[in-house]
Every structure is written in structure tokens, then in C-alpha cells.
Antibody
Framework: QITLKESGPTLVKPTQTLTLTCTFSGFSLSTSGVGVGWIRQPPGKALEWLALIYWNDDKRYSPSLKSRLTITKDTSKNQVVLTMTNMDPVDTATYYC?????????WGQGTLVTVSS | DIQMTQSPSSVSASVGDRVTITCRASQGISSWLAWYQQKPGKAPKLLIYAASSLQSGVPSRFSGSGSGTDFTLTISSLQPEDFATYYCQQANSFPPAFGPGTKVDIK
């Protein structure tokens, strides 16, 4: 079955760079038609899509965050990595990775990242 | 970018009630719409995709309809496990956008 799990720091300081890793199983990101996305959710607020990487290494980013985001994949490790630069307290959120191209049918449990000095 | 709105923002209902949630896109998205259910402290769960297709394993009391700009999620007979927040998401164009959510709570 498909599973995903996010990992990374729970606390980062303002201006630091956040690096999150999504480790998945049950599918291959080298298979045509497969994608993995990142979505975040500030406490008590709605979901916000961040980025998506395709099986062919094509990438898409949220226009409002594009300058700060980088998404990469390591097919051999079944991992997708998201980096976000210049973190700010408003970036405090639960960050999810999810399987899918258009719709997200499998999600990780999420990881809460707090931005505070 | 396409903006998504939902109404109502919250609804109080009883077990057995029929509940309808509406989602509107700022421009036409054909049938490129999904609905998710999220319970506190949990990841969202895909319920409906392509506006009206039921995701595998989702109870048939959930249904979706609509196309273009206006969409509806209906729960035909609310069950205790259905109390949650529901989000729509457009998948017609990048960036994918989620609605603000509709909280269904106990009356």
C-alpha cells in the first residue's frame, strides 16, 4: 500500500532555510504519471498548495512562494525534498506531502514546523 | 490564479440529516474538482474527484455534483464519523487551490 511520511525540524529560526523530506513507499516516482506534492496548513487555517514534482522531474511551484521554494526527488531513495528559504513566523504550519498529480489520494501524517526565535 | 470559495463556512447538523456544501470557482474549471474531509489533527482524506467520482473506500452517502464554476458536496445521511471540515480543491490549472473549508459540527 502507499504510504508517505514527512521529516524535518520542528523549530526553525526566522531567516533560516527549512528542509523537509518526504519518504514514501508503495509507488515509484520514476513511473510515468506519478507526482508528489507539498501542501501546508497554518494552525486553524486552510490548506495551501506549495509545490509538485513529476515523475519526469518537471516541477511546479506556488507563484507566491516560487522564489523561496525548491523541490527535488531522489528516486533511488524514494524521497522528495522541499526546501524553503528565508523562513518567517507566518510560515508556521503543518507541512504535508501527498501522492498525486491533480488530486491527492494519499497523504503523509504531516509535520508541524514552528518558526520562532 | 483561480480562487475557490465555499459556503457555508460552518453548519450544525444532527445525525441522519442531509448536508449540502457548495464550492464556487472564480472561473470555469470544467469538472476538475475534488473534495476532501479533514478531522482534527489528521491529514485530509480524498472523498470525491473529477467533481462526482467517489474515491475507493468512501461511503456512498457522499456524492458530488457540478461543473464549470459551481459544485456541491452532499452527505445524504450524516453519520457521527462525518463531523469534520470539508475542503474543495480545483485541479484545472496551476496553482491548485483549496477552498477555505466548511466545518460540519454537531447540532
Amino acid at each position: 500500500q502507499i504510504t508517505l511520511k514527512e521529516s524535518g525540524p520542528t523549530l526553525v529560526k526566522p531567516t533560516q532555510t527549512l528542509t523537509l523530506t518526504c519518504t514514501f513507499s508503495g509507488f515509484s516516482l520514476s513511473t510515468s504519471g506519478v507526482g508528489v506534492g507539498w501542501i501546508r496548513q497554518p494552525p486553524g487555517k486552510a490548506l495551501e498548495w506549495l509545490a509538485l514534482i513529476y515523475w519526469n522531474d518537471d516541477k511546479r511551484y506556488s507563484p507566491s512562494l516560487k522564489s523561496r521554494l525548491t523541490i527535488t526527488k531522489d528516486t533511488s531513495k524514494n524521497q522528495v525534498v522541499l526546501t524553503m528559504t528565508n523562513m518567517d513566523p507566518v510560515d508556521t504550519a503543518t507541512y504535508y506531502c501527498a501522492h498525486g498529480l491533480y488530486y491527492f489520494d494519499y497523504w503523509g501524517q504531516g509535520t508541524l514546523v514552528t518558526v520562532s526565535s | 490564479d483561480i480562487q475557490m470559495t465555499q459556503s457555508p463556512s460552518s453548519v450544525s447538523a444532527s445525525v441522519g440529516d442531509r448536508v449540502t456544501i457548495t464550492c464556487r470557482a472564480s472561473q470555469g474549471i470544467s469538472s476538475w474538482l475534488a473534495w476532501y474531509q479533514q478531522k482534527p489533527g489528521k491529514a485530509p482524506k480524498l472523498l470525491i474527484y473529477a467533481a462526482s467520482s467517489l474515491q475507493s473506500g468512501v461511503p456512498s452517502r457522499f456524492s458530488g455534483s457540478g461543473s464549470g464554476t459551481d459544485f456541491t458536496l452532499t452527505i445524504s445521511s450524516l453519520q457521527p464519523e462525518d463531523f469534520a471540515t470539508y475542503y474543495c480543491q480545483q485541479a484545472n490549472s496551476f496553482p491548485p487551490a483549496f477552498g477555505p473549508g466548511t466545518k460540519v459540527d454537531i447540532k
